[in-house]
């Protein structure tokens, strides 16, 4: 049985290396893929269509308020709709038994 084993090991060494060292050469002979879009702006911050005739505007962001501004509640050029928190109501402590039931699976 030992002869057996490690044939087997061998055999299952061997195969991994070849086929690992093949998909390698395979994949370092392959061609590099196409891009799925091809690049499309002739201009900072503008989009060509794809005749090349006309440029639109692409849309930008405002810039995201600082850490700072968010802990104040005060932000420049931007509104916050900050309500007070309401204090949610506590749960009873759980070394209460009388709240909590004990699972029971009606086992014997």
Do not use: E
Not at 9 to 21: A, E, G, K, P, Y
Not at 51 to 68: E, F, G, K, V
Not at 71 to 78: A, L, N
């Amino acid at each position: 049985m030992k002869p057996l084993k490690l044939g087997l090991r061998v055999w299952f060494t061997i195969t991994s290396l070849i086929s690992f060292l093949a998909g390698w050469m395979l994949l370092s002979h392959a061609g590099k893929p196409a891009p799925l879009l091809p690049p499309q702006t002739n201009q900072d911050n503008m989009a060509v269509s794809t005749d090349n005739t006309t440029a639109t505007p692409l849309p930008t962001l405002q810039p995201l308020p600082s850490l700072d501004q968010l802990t104040s509640g005060t932000t420049s050029g931007i509104t916050t709709n900050q309500q007070s928190l309401q204090a949610l109501p506590s749960l009873p402590s759980t070394t209460s038994r009388n709240f909590f039931p004990s699972f029971r699976g009606r086992s014997s």
